[in-house]
């Protein structure tokens, strides 16, 4: 509290005239701060002639500081950031040395109590967090009431909150306000116990969300296995002997929850604290700042990024964003932070691990944009005078995609580890000198001063006045109308990113649309039948059962939106069924290449079947559908028949023929199938071709882990194999196959090597036979 100039001065302390009333106070500075309440002490009596009422004056002068720029709201001993010199520490020890010689668990202890822990100490903690880590099975039965398409953040969040109702005597409401506040052993008995609940159940909660909208069953947490270890386990175990995570991808794992566990008071920590603060239980506490982080400001900012890297495309499309940013119509997702004005540095660890992971699971095609966007952004001087830099979420959203994760399963890998720092916040608030404080901020009332009530009939309508917006269900249709408005003529290819409805970047499919809106949103509770094609015609009349022709392809634009809830509203279309199997096929592709990194190749290739094929221009949407379908009948237990209850008889018919119940990788199996392709439909050789194309280009451009020069060839051959047999029925992909067989090469190891030698003796080794059946050229 401030004491007025009469006393002695020191140099420890800050002077203040207020010049409205000449008063001055001397504020003491400790810890290179003041206490906001001095300023209290400022004060006008009565009512100044400029002021209002609401302003109160006479109260002493209040201090506005909206987002906290200048603010400390607590004292702790937890972490500290410069954020000029880009430090981060856990209790004074350097954040790149924990990444390099701790580990998740370890660095948790240390946040939580202050010190690293001693050989039996870290043996106890690791043993309590892994022993809290089964939940209620009444827990199951919540966690199946949400929906498949529910943000796994919204399941977390309301998990979190569901947990703590099952634990009654962790509950201040239940057991007394000072449950946590005591210290006595009891009560930190007690608080402890929490502490290993909360962060022994996160990883069962998160893989539950995770689980639940892929319709598997949930895994119970095994025994024997490292906290991320058995996290991995819990979300990709089915039914393998003996399973185990990729040490590599659990080991990366668990630096970067390390490099996630704490990073003093964010947003969401600050949620914590001020949630904490009414003496709420841990778990409401822990919901309240996974709320927190959910934002796409904090740690949905790795999500963000992404979907902000698919949004670009390409490098060369940088220099555009970049403009937008510029301009405020965009943001430039992972840069900038609050507090880090140069490099943040988790991202340089990040940067490394991210080696690694790519190392296993191969190189994401969108690390070029980012790189791209990273430097074109560290040259640009918006970014330069701002001090924005790339920012811990700048990189890791790249390292779980390769890793296989949804991409709105990225905040949850934020929010797992964070726990802990939530917690050791807490704790320590909890038993902070001079008890618990309920965090109470003021605000600066600007409203309407003192005002009668105005009866109803005596009332106009306010000029200015917002209106309610119309309703979200109208939006796809709405963009599609403004983007109709702007080229009238011209018959388009819509590429739909759903985002919103599901967890994926899937690009649905493409159809083509009729210029008249109308017919659209007559189909948005269209019967099963028929499928997309009601989107390909080319006049208002034909559009609900006509299949376009290919011809109509000619001049496609290609629109990406965020959201697709203009046709998925109420009554589910059958176009929300496509989705929603879609969504399983690629949970089920990244799932498999988590589970083994070398088959990255085949990620989204359902979707690379159906751009592929789109490119050509040689075919319709049915094929569309079923290059999609062809897929997804592979990779999940549906049906055929369901595929015609869903789609109808065509669509059946032409994914009957395609599909060949196996994966995709199965390659003999499929050469099988192809050679009988003579007795195949047109339409099932075109699907085949597409997909030999996808596979080809995706391991032309990265061979998979563990191919040799010799295995990747024969590959190469046997793809050609089936373009001869295929080649009749769509001649300029087969052209285009043809030409990347004879011409195209591709990097091993820095060395460049023919796709298919000249000369097929230039493959040696008996290999050969054994893998593939003989082919005789
Ligand atoms: N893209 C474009 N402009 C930006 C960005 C950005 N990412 N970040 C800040 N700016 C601009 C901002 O508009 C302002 O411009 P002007 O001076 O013209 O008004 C200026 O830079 C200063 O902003 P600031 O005061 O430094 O920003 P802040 O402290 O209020 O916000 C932030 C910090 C992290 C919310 C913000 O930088 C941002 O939105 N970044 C993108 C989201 C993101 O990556 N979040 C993850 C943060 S790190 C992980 C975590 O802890 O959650």
Redesign the pocket.
């Known amino acids: 509290m401030g004491r007025l100039t009469t006393q002695l001065s020191s140099s420890d302390t800050i002077t203040v005239i207020d010049n409205r009333t000449s008063k001055t106070i001397e504020i003491p500075i400790t810890e290179n701060s003041i206490p906001a309440t001095a300023f209290k002490q400022l004060s006008i009596p009565g009512v100044s002639s400029k002021g209002r009422e609401e302003d109160e004056e006479s109260k002493g002068l209040r201090v506005f500081d909206p987002?906290y720029?200048n603010t400390a709201v607590i004292k702790s001993t937890i972490t500290f950031i410069d954020g000029e010199a880009g430090i981060l520490r856990y209790r004074g020890y350097p954040i790149e040395q924990l990444a390099e010689h701790s580990t998740f668990l370890e660095s948790s202890y240390l946040l939580l109590y202050g010190n690293l822990p001693s050989p039996s100490q870290k043996i106890l903690f690791e043993k309590e967090v892994q022993a809290h880590s089964y939940v209620h099975s009444d827990l199951e039965g919540f966690m199946k009431s949400f929906r498949y398409d529910a943000h796994p953040m919204a399941i977390l969040v309301s998990a979190f909150s569901a947990l703590g109702s099952f634990h009654s005597e962790a509950n201040p409401s239940l057991q007394g306000q000072k449950l946590f506040t005591t210290g006595t052993p009891d009560s930190l008995r007690n608080m402890d116990k929490q502490i290993y609940r909360l962060i022994g159940k996160a990883p069962t909660l998160a893989a539950m969300a995770y689980r639940i909208r892929q319709g598997r069953p949930f895994n119970r947490p095994p025994v024997g296995l490292g906290y991320t270890e058995s996290f991995l386990y819990q979300l990709d175990f089915l039914n393998e002997r003996e399973y185990r995570p990729s040490p590599v991808l659990a080991k990366a794992l668990d630096v970067l929850f390390l490099l996630h566990a704490d990073?003093e008071v964010?947003?969401?920590t600050a949620s914590i604290l001020q949630v904490g603060s009414s003496g709420v239980d841990p778990y409401s506490g822990v919901a309240a700042a996974c709320a927190a982080?959910y934002g796409?400001?904090?740690?949905g900012?790795?999500e963000?990024?992404i979907r902000m890297l698919l949004d670009i495309g390409s490098p060369e499309n940088v220099p555009e964003f970049i403009e937008k940013?510029?301009s405020?119509q965009?943001?430039?997702?992972?840069?900038?932070?609050?507090?880090?004005?140069t490099s943040?540095p988790r991202s340089f660890v990040i940067r490394k691990i991210a080696e690694e992971v790519f190392e296993a699971t191969g190189r994401d095609q969108l690390l070029e944009v980012a790189m791209a966007l990273h430097d074109a952004a560290l040259k640009d001087d918006?970014?330069k005078s701002?001090?924005?830099y790339p920012?811990?979420?700048?990189w890791s959203g790249l390292i779980y995609r390769a890793m296989g994760f949804p991409f709105d399963f990225f905040p949850v890998l934020?929010a797992v580890p964070r726990v802990v720092g939530w917690l050791a916040h807490w704790r320590q608030m909890m038993l902070a000198q001079g008890g618990l404080k309920i965090w109470r901020p003021r605000q600066i009332y600007v409203g309407p001063t003192l005002r009668d009530y105005v009866r109803l009939e005596d009332r106009a309508e306010e000029s200015g006045q917002k209106h309610v917006n119309q309703a979200s269900a109208t939006f796809g249709l709405r963009l599609i109308e403004s983007y109709q408005k702007d080229k009238p003529d011209q018959p388009r290819q819509v590429s739909v990113i759903p985002l919103l409805i599901f967890d994926l970047t899937i690009v649905l499919t493409h159809y083509r649309m009729s210029p008249s809106v109308t017919s659209i949103s007559n189909n948005t509770t269209a019967t099963p039948s028929s499928s997309l094609s009601k989107y390909t015609s080319t006049s208002p009349a034909s559009s609900s059962s006509s299949k376009s022709s290919s011809s109509s392809l000619n001049s496609m634009t290609t629109v990406t939106t965020t959201s697709f809830d203009g046709f998925l509203d109420g009554n589910i279309s059958d176009v929300g069924i496509l989705l929603k199997t879609l969504s399983f096929s690629s949970q089920k592709h990244s799932f498999q290449r988590r589970k083994d990194p070398a088959q990255s190749p085949y990620i989204n290739h359902p979707i690379g079947v159906a751009n592929f094929i789109a490119e050509t221009g040689e075919t319709d949407i049915v094929v569309l559908q079923a290059a999609i379908l062809h897929d997804v009948v592979e990779d999940t237990e549906c049906t055929i028949d369901e595929i015609e209850l869903h789609f109808g008889p065509e669509v059946a018919k032409v994914v009957d023929e395609c599909s060949d119940d196996t994966t995709l990788s199965a390659c003999a199996r499929k050469l099988a199938q192809v050679e009988t392709a003579g007795h195949k439909s047109k339409r099932a050789q075109q699907v085949k071709l597409g997909d030999k194309l996808h596979n080809c280009l995706s391991i032309q451009s990265a061979i998979p882990v563990g191919w040799d020069v010799e295995r990747s060839q024969r590959y190469f051959i046997w793809s050609k194999q089936v373009v001869d047999l295929c080649a009749s029925s769509n001649p300029k992909l087969a052209a285009r196959l043809y030409t990347l067989f004879s011409e195209g090469t591709f990097v091993h190891r820095g060395k460049t090597y023919a796709c298919v030698p000249r000369k097929m003796s230039d493959i040696s080794g008996t290999k050969w036979k054994s893998y593939y059946p003989p082919v005789d050229y």
């Open positions: 987002g720029m990073h964010n947003c969401s982080l796409p400001l904090h740690g900012a790795n963000a990024v940013v510029k405020k965009k943001v430039l997702s992972g840069f900038g932070h609050r507090v880090y004005r943040d918006y970014f701002r001090k924005l920012n811990v979420d700048f934020f």
